[in-house]
Structures are given as structure tokens and as C-alpha cells.
């Protein structure tokens, strides 16, 4: 059974500042993993999907890392702004056809002005 | 724009009653349909996998009668929950693919938050 751990829980740093957020997953026998953004109170909003044969896909600011081999992906937010602040969650994709999505249980992020 | 949209974004409703969520895919046909629970400041974990003209698959711990899924057709699957009481309030999402080529890729809802009172 597939599971996924993001640390830190939660994540405070000041405007402009680089952080990274972390994700590990137990099954390396995934399709793709995917990082998301989620507003309080709201839905998700895609920002990256990693293919399990890539190592890396950039967006903006944001760069997305996958290490299929130890099970870990890093989400990096360069120069971050308060309109960062948001909980990112990372979900690997496994099963038989594809078709389950596993979450983690996120990174609450504030950045403060 | 939007490819799945999910009604109502948001239910308040009184302990007992039943409440229907729906979700549609907008550009494809879904054969399968994946619904998700989230509670306060935790991820979301799978409920059920609704297939289109075949039960759904309800993950273990998930009641079965409480949590009905239909997937009538190929754009719309809807979750009802039944004689919904308060510790049924939760953030509700389903998300589907669009099969083929891009079946490993997810879309999702906007979500419902239910409220029972």
C-alpha cells in the first residue's frame, strides 16, 4: 500500500526567501507524481506532474524534483511571495492502470510580508 | 477552463437528510470517476471509484449504504450521502481522467463542503 509523507507540516518564512518542501512515498512503482495547491476553504489547483520517467519539471518560479529510486520528490518556491501562502500537497499516482491517487497530508505555507 | 464541474460547492443541511453531490467531466467521456473525502487540515483520502455502468468500488472503512455512487452515464457520476449527520461534514472532491494517452492524468473538482448541523 502506497504511502506518502510531506514534511514540514507546516512552513512560516519571510517574503523572497527559497524554501523547499518535501515528499516520500513508500511504492517507487508510480506513474507520475503530482504537486498541488490548495487555498483554504477551496480545491485543488495542479502545479506540476512529474512523469515517472522524468526527473524534473519547472513552471514559473516553482521547479518540481522526482528520485523515483529513494521515493522522494522536492517542491522548490523561488523567491516567494505571500501569495504563496497555501497548503501543497504532493499525490502519487500507482496502481494497476494508473488510477489511484495517494496523497500526503501537505505543507502549510505562509510567507509573511 | 474547467474540464470537471462539481455541485453544489457548498450544502448546509439538517441532520437526517440526504444530500447529492454531483460531478460532471466537461470535455471527455469518463468511464471511471474517483471521489475523495478531506477533513479539517488532513489530505484527502479515496473513498470509492465509481465506474460507469457498474458498482462502485468503495475503499475499506467506507460504508456502502451510507456513501451511494451512481455513474449513469459517461459525463456524470453523483455521491449521495444518506441520512447525512453531523460528523459527515467534510470537503468533498472527485476527479477524473480523460483515458487513452492522458489516463494517468487526474482533473478534479472544485469540491463541496457539506455542513450538517
Known amino acids: 500500500k502506497q504511502e506518502v509523507t510531506q514534511i514540514p507540516a507546516a512552513l512560516s518564512v519571510p517574503e523572497g526567501e527559497n524554501l523547499v518542501l518535501n515528499c516520500s512515498f513508500t511504492?517507487?512503482?508510480?506513474?507520475?507524481l503530482q504537486w498541488f495547491r490548495q487555498d483554504p476553504g477551496k480545491g485543488l489547483t495542479s502545479l506540476l506532474l512529474i512523469q515517472s520517467s522524468q526527473r524534473e519539471q519547472t513552471s514559473g518560479r516553482l521547479n518540481a524534483s522526482l528520485d523515483k529510486s529513494s521515493g522522494r520528490s522536492t517542491l522548490y518556491i523561488a523567491a516567494s511571495q505571500p501569495g504563496d501562502s497555501a497548503t501543497y500537497l504532493c499525490?502519487?499516482?500507482?496502481?494497476?492502470?494508473?488510477?489511484?491517487?495517494?496523497f500526503g497530508e501537505g505543507t502549510q505555507l505562509t510567507v509573511n510580508p | 477552463g474547467a474540464v470537471v464541474s462539481q455541485h453544489p460547492s457548498r450544502v448546509i443541511c439538517k441532520s437526517g437528510t440526504s444530500v447529492k453531490i454531483e460531478c460532471r467531466s466537461l470535455?471527455?467521456?469518463?468511464?471511471?470517476m474517483f471521489w475523495y473525502r478531506q477533513f479539517p487540515k488532513k489530505s484527502l483520502m479515496l473513498m470509492a471509484t465509481s465506474n460507469e455502468g457498474s458498482k462502485a468500488t468503495y475503499e475499506q472503512g467506507v460504508e456502502k449504504d451510507k456513501f451511494l455512487i451512481n455513474h449513469a452515464s459517461l459525463t456524470l457520476s453523483t455521491l449521495t450521502v444518506t441520512s447525512a449527520h453531523p460528523e459527515d461534514s467534510s470537503f468533498y472532491i472527485c476527479?477524473?481522467?480523460?483515458?487513452?494517452?492522458?489516463?494517468?492524468?487526474?482533473?478534479f473538482g472544485a469540491g463541496t463542503r457539506l455542513s450538517v448541523l
Open positions: 476527479s477524473t481522467n480523460p483515458g487513452g494517452y492522458d489516463k494517468n492524468i487526474q482533473y
Open positions: 511504492d517507487s512503482a508510480i506513474y507520475n
Open positions: 470535455d471527455f467521456q469518463a468511464t471511471t
Open positions: 499525490a502519487a499516482l500507482t496502481g494497476t492502470s494508473g488510477s489511484r491517487l495517494t
